[in-house]
């Protein structure tokens, strides 16, 4: 069923290939935005959080592509608080499918993959411009990073989005977390103070998305002194975080009393 609806989805979208080219495009565009910020950090600086330029954008490119893909699948729960107030998530319930795969599977803007090529350009410079010691198990890691932290961010959306259904309209406070990890991510959490960096790199554990498996893949110590191993836990990070967002969508669909109409 997933399937058809996924193909249906599709085969709509490549249907108008030049709008969906533009709108690769600008997804590709916006991404670079964020690159250009961080260039113009660098000009004025020789070294962010005792990173070098080329270092940053490694963890940006982690980050990057990894949101792109988050962005892509679980994007649409945006549109929950709407579908909430409306009462229209009713229509859900009354599926045999569940809620939240029919949610994620209500629209696959393929427009979003930009992001994930814009993060896969910058990922191919930023290798090719650090000193990485190739083995067969970095090649595991640097193949690993970008989709456990796509799982990591698309469970930090399920569980902010959450909120929605005691909230009349939580979307700001979740995109304070989801969009707010996305810039968090893309730079390497010793610029941060010390509470922001405990909230966002270990309650939200964007530290694992980019960070550390990029501290694993330079072969580099922490400058905040966290042990090595930590670059290598993000598949375990990653299914945690999907294991606690399953939980917390089932508490919050269990306890929704509708809109009363």
Same mark, same amino acid.
């Given at each position: ?31 670079? !935005? ?120 698309? !469970? ?37 103070? !010390? ?62 009393? !509708?809109?009363?109409?």
């Amino acid at each position: 069923m997933y399937r058809r609806i996924l193909h249906a989805r599709l085969r709509g979208q490549l249907s108008y290939r030049a709008s969906f080219l533009l709108d690769c495009a600008a997804q590709a565009l916006a991404q670079g !935005g964020e690159l250009v910020v961080i260039l113009v950090l660098f000009n004025r600086v020789t070294a962010l959080g005792g990173f070098s330029v080329d270092e940053v954008l490694l963890v940006y490119a982690f980050a990057g592509t990894a949101f792109g893909l988050a962005d892509l699948f679980a994007g649409q729960l945006d549109t929950l608080p709407t579908l909430i107030r409306t009462g229209k998530f009713d229509t859900l319930l009354l599926r045999p499918l569940g809620t939240l795969p029919q949610l994620m599977s209500s629209d696959l803007p393929l427009k979003r993959l930009g992001r994930v090529l814009a993060g896969l350009v910058v990922l191919g410079y930023a290798l090719a411009h650090n000193e990485v010691v190739w083995t067969p198990w970095s090649v595991v890691l640097l193949a690993v990073t970008p989709v456990a932290g796509a799982v990591i961010f698309g !469970g930090v959306w399920v569980v902010a989005c959450s909120v929605c259904f005691w909230l009349v309209d939580g979307r700001e406070l979740a995109n304070t977390v989801t969009y707010g990890s996305s810039t968090f991510t893309s730079y390497p959490i010793s610029v941060y103070s !010390g509470w922001l960096r405990r909230l966002m790199a270990f309650v939200v554990p964007g530290a694992f998305v980019a960070y550390y498996p990029a501290l694993a893949l330079l072969d580099r110590a922490d400058p905040l002194g966290a042990p090595a191993w930590l670059g290598w836990v993000g598949p375990l990070v990653a299914a945690a975080v999907a294991c606690l967002a399953g939980v917390t969508w089932k508490f919050a669909v269990r306890h929704y009393r !509708g809109t009363g109409s």
